[in-house]
C-alpha cells in the first residue's frame, strides 16, 4: 500500500501547514488508536506520548490526544522527553502504542508525528500505510478544540536519565570536561545530567529551549561552535545531538568532528574484540562511506547494507540476530540498549571505550579510513525512469564492474527538486571524478537540460 503521509521517519512538515495542525493530528491519533485496536489492543489501553521543544508540540500533542482517547485508547503525556526514552518506557510498560511529537533536526517551524509500536519498534511501512487507511475524513475529524489535555506521567526522563546512567560504573567520568550540545532540544536535561552523574565536568550548549530556538545554529547539523568549544576548553570531547536526541556527532579533542560511520566502526571494533559484536556484523545504510565495509572486513567481520532510513537498518538487524548498526547521519541503534537510535547511548558507547582503552578519540577514529567520495547535482527537465535511460544504464554498469570492491556509484533523482544526483565513491580521488564525469556524460545523452 502507497503512503500520502509518512516519510522516511513519521509525517513532518511546516506547523500550520496543509499536513501538520491540530485537526490532523486528531485525525491521526483517532485512525493510530483503530489500527492499534484491530491489531489487539484492549479498551483504554494506556499510550505514551512525549515532544520536544518546540512552541507547537503542546497544542499537536493534546490534539493527538483528543484523537487517541475517541479512538478507545487512553494517551499519557510523558511531557518534553528525548524519543529514545520513549521508546524506552513503551518497551518497560508494555503499552501498545507510543507517540512522539518533534521534527528531529528540523528548524522550529515544523514538527511531526511519529509512533512506536509495542516494544518500542518504530512501525513499518506497511503498519503507517494501513493507519492512513483509517484516516477519517477532515469533516469527521474528532472533536479536539474543547477536549482535556492528558494526564501527564512526567517521570520518564528521570528513569530514562538513572536507566541510561547505570551504563557506565558511577564516577567513571571523574575528571573528565565533556562538552554537550543539546540544540535546545529534548536532551537539554537528560544528557548533562548523566555526564554529570558519572563524574563529569560538562560545558553545556543549546540547553535554554524558549520554543523558537531548537536546532537553531546548534546540535548535530552545526557542529561548527561545539568544536570551537572542545578546543577553547581543552576537552576530552564533545557530544552534539539532534532535536530529539535519536542522534549523536561526536567532536574529538583536536576539534575534528566524527560522524555516524566513524563512531559505527570504533563500536563495532570494540564489539568484536570483546567477542560481543553480534553476528560478527554491523548493518549501515547504501549512503555509508565504502571504508567501513573495508575497515571490518580487514579483521574478519562484515557489513551489511540497507536503503536510508534507520526502520530499515533495524529491520535488518532483527533478520540478522545482529545486534549494531546505523546511518552516517548519526542515527546509532544497539539493540543491547535501546530498541530504537539513542544519541546518548551511542556516546556512552564510545566514553567507555576511551575509557577501557585509555586511548584518545583522535586515535580511535582513525580506524576508520574513508574511501575518496564526490558528488554532483543536476538539474533535468524530466525525471525518466532509470530503466528508461540506456546511457545512464550503460555507464553505471561499467562502473560498477570496474570499481569492483574499490568503489562504487549511485544514482538517484531528487524527491524534491528538478535534478538528478549523481554519487561516486574510490579508492582514489583520480577514480571518482573520472567516474563523475562518465555519469554526467551519460546523464546529458538521456536526460534533456531544462530550458
Known amino acids: 500500500m502507497k503512503r500520502q503521509f509518512f516519510g522516511t521517519d513519521g509525517v513532518r512538515g511546516p506547523y500550520g501547514g496543509p499536513v501538520i495542525h491540530e485537526s490532523f493530528a486528531a485525525r491521526l491519533g483517532f485512525a493510530a488508536a483503530r489500527w492499534a485496536r484491530a491489531a489487539g489492543a484492549p479498551e483504554g489501553a494506556a499510550v505514551l506520548l512525549g515532544r520536544d521543544t518546540r512552541a507547537s508540540g503542546p497544542a499537536l500533542l493534546s490534539a493527538l490526544a483528543a484523537g487517541l482517547r475517541a479512538g478507545g485508547l487512553a494517551p499519557v503525556s510523558l511531557g518534553v522527553a528525548p524519543t529514545p526514552a520513549v ?196 548493518v549501515v545504510t547504501v549512503q555509508s562511506n565504502l571504508g567501513v565495509d573495508a575497515a571490518l572486513r580487514a579483521v574478519g567481520a562484515r557489513v551489511e547494507r540497507t536503503d536510508v532510513g534507520d526502520r530499515h537498518v533495524l529491520a535488518r538487524l532483527l533478520a540478522l540476530g545482529a545486534r549494531l548498526g546505523g546511518e552516517s547521519s548519526g542515527h546509532i541503534i544497539d539493540l543491547a540498549a535501546s530498541p530504537t537510535g539513542d544519541g546518548l547511548a551511542a556516546a556512552l558507547g564510545v566514553l567507555d571505550v576511551m575509557r577501557s582503552t585509555g586511548r584518545p578519540l583522535s586515535e580511535l577514529r582513525r580506524a576508520l579510513k574513508k574511501f575518496p567520495q564526490g558528488t554532483r547535482n543536476l538539474r533535468v527537465a524530466e525525471k525518466k525512469p532509470l530503466a528508461d535511460c540506456p546511457a545512464l544504464g550503460t555507464e553505471i554498469a561499467a562502473l560498477t564492474r570496474e570499481l569492483g570492491e574499490r568503489g562504487r556509484v549511485m544514482v538517484r533523482f531528487s524527491g524534491t527538486e528538478p535534478k538528478i544526483r549523481l554519487l561516486a565513491e574510490a579508492d582514489d580521488e583520480a577514480a571518482v571524478m573520472s567516474a563523475l564525469d562518465r555519469l554526467e556524460s551519460a546523464v546529458n545523452r538521456d536526460l534533456p537540460h531544462p530550458v
Open 87 to 282: 521508546a524506552r518506557a513503551v518497551r518497560a510498560r508494555g503499552t501498545p502504542l507510543g507517540v512522539v511529537v518533534n521534527a528531529s533536526h528540523n528548524p522550529a517551524s515544523d514538527n511531526g508525528i511519529k509512533f512506536f509500536a509495542a516494544g518500542g519498534l518504530k512501525l513499518t511501512h506497511a503498519d503507517e500505510a494501513a493507519i492512513e487507511a483509517l484516516l477519517p475524513s477532515p469533516e469527521d475529524a474528532p472533536a479536539w478544540r474543547e477536549a482535556p489535555p492528558p494526564p501527564e506521567d512526567a517521570g520518564t526522563a528521570a528513569a530514562y536519565v538513572t536507566d541510561i546512567a547505570a551504563r557506565l560504573p558511577a564516577g567513571s567520568l571523574a575528571g573528565w570536561r565533556i562538552v554537550v550540545d543539546a540544540a535546545h532540544g529534548a536532551t537539554a536535561a537528560t544528557t548533562p545530567e548523566v555526564l554529570r552523574r558519572l563524574g563529569a565536568e560538562v560545558h553545556a550548549l543549546g540547553t535554554a529551549p524558549d520554543g523558537t530556538n531548537i536546532n537553531a545554529g546548534l546540535g548535530s547539523e552545526h557542529p561548527e561552535r561545539l568544536a570551537r568549544e572542545v578546543t577553547a576548553l581543552g576537552a576530552r570531547l564533545g557530544v552534539a545531538h539532534d532535536g530529539d536526541g535519536d542522534r549523536c556527532i561526536l567532536c574529538d579533542e583536536t576539534g575534528a568532528i566524527l560522524d555516524g560511520d566513524e563512531i559505527l566502526v570504533l563500536l563495532a571494533l570494540d564489539a568484536l574484540r570483546r567477542g560481543a559484536l553480534a553476528a560478527d556484523t554491523l
